[in-house]
Structure formats: structure tokens, C-alpha cells
């Protein structure tokens, strides 16, 4: 099984290259912790996709020492890789968002894959969750049968500002029926609470509410059904063709709604941990190393 960890976005209210950036006296940054529990689950290869210009250092912080562990490729989400018969429109410099970054992965995933993202910490039971469907994901009679690992909300807030989550629908037989992404999602005593369109409206959500942290299990068919999404959108984003972006989620949505997919909520009870703001960092560092002291991780994950 491959794991693909998106890596190529700056993190632009953090301040940085986040996904750089230590989390323990060690050195080590979430990815390590990501890839860790990814290999403890019984995934064998990773795929970073990344910057080209990020080539270099992704390897020598990361990548060299991950691959004593496990097989290890790059790909670069690059803002030409288009597909057949699409030209770049004139102007057009950022880059198309996380359905397209999963896109440019196609000719280096063959079979069933995880997503994750590289600033987000996602716990051990997430992966071990994903390997499990992963084993046996198929397509049959021409759908796809994907899987999202669900996180309640309230274990995936911060103190220090509001984040975006993908909200979810789901049905009673665990199967997600719709995601829709709110961008402003604050933490309350008892509630998160996001703001609606208006920008002057205030809606709660129990703690309990089921949120996708981009966090997919798919088979390779995804690829395929990519490009025609895609295409489909570029011929929809004329209005704003310089910063239009092709999301990940509303393209599982549009299959899902053209019937080539199907998704699986696996829950979880993980803690998510992230660096949305930089003063999360101290409470990130301080999470990390109560689980290292308990025993959940080694000191140094990559020793022998």
C-alpha cells in the first residue's frame, strides 16, 4: 500500500514552511510521526508530492532518512500538468489545488492509496483504520469503493484562531453522503460554531459532528475519473481562471453524485494535532512528547 502526503502548499497564516518544522528535541517534523504509524500499519511505499523547487530540501530532512524505513518517490504538482487538450491560461502561477495535486500522482501510484496531509498530525489508529479497508478496496461494476477517515470535530480545533473542516453527512450505514467545506469554524466551551455566508451569522455544532481532515483511502481508479473532473471544471472557471482552485472533496463529491464512487466514514477517536497558527506549535510539541513519555513513539523514530 502507498501512502501520498501532500506537501506542496505554504502555509500562509502559519508563516512558513510548516511542514518543516521540528516538533521534538530530536528533530523530528509530523511527517516523521505520520510516516511512522503509516509503516506500523503496513504501508511500503510514500509519495510526496511537492514543489519542484522543494526537491532538495524535502530530501535531505526528510526523505533520506524515511527511506532507510521505506520506498520513497516525489512528484511535483506543477501548474502545466494538465489534462489532454488543456492549455494553461495566460497569467495563471498558483497552483490548482488538491484534487490536481492527487492528479499529477498518476503515474506514480498503481494501486490502492491513502491521502494525507503533510502539516497534520493524524494518530496511529487512522492509519491502522485505513490499511484495513485499504486491503481489500475494489471496484465493482464500475464504482469505485473509496473511504474517508471521519474525526469529530471537536478533537480537531485550536485555541488560537478558526480553521476550515469539511463537514459531513453521514448515513446509517456509515456511508458519506455529502462533505461541505466552512471555512471559519471557531472553538467554544461546549461547541464549535462556524460562520455562515452571510458573514454575520453563527451556526453550532456539537463537538460529536463528523469532519473530514483530508484524510481519503482510494483505488487507482480515482485518477481516471480525475481527469474528466477536472476538465470539467477548467471549463467551468473561465469567470476566475487565475485563482479558481479544484478541491479534492468536491470532486469525490461530483463522482460520488455521478455514481463512480462510493466512501466509507471509518471514525476515530484520534486527537488531531496541527500548526494552523504559529502559537499552536507549543501545544503541538507538548502533545507529541506526553504520547513519546507514555510510550506511544520512541525518542528517535528512525534509529535501528
Known sequence: MTLVILAAGLGSR????KQLDPMTEGGSFIIDFSVYDAIRAGFDKVVFIIKKENLELFRETIGNRIAKKI???????EVNDLPEGLTLPEGRTK???TGHAIYCARNAVRENFAVINADDFYGRDTFVRLAEHLKTASTSNGVAHHCMVGFSIGNTLTE???VSRGVCQVDANGML????????????EDCAAFLEDDGSTWTELPFETIVSMNCWGFTPEIFRDLESEFTKF????????????FYLPFA???QKDRGLCDVRVLPTTAVWQGVTYPQDKARVKAAISEMIEAGE????LWED
Open 14 to 17: 502559519y508563516g512558513g514552511l
Open 71 to 77: 520506498n520513497v518517490s516525489y512528484v511535483f504538482q
Open 95 to 97: 497552483p490548482w489545488g
Open 160 to 162: 488560537n484562531g478558526t
Open 177 to 188: 453522503e455529502r462533505v461541505t467545506e466552512r471555512t471559519k469554524i471557531e472553538k467554544r
Open 234 to 245: 477548467y471549463a467551468n472557471c473561465k469567470d476566475n481562471p487565475l485563482k479558481s482552485e
Open 252 to 254: 469525490v463529491q461530483s
Open 297 to 300: 513513539y520512541p525518542s528517535a
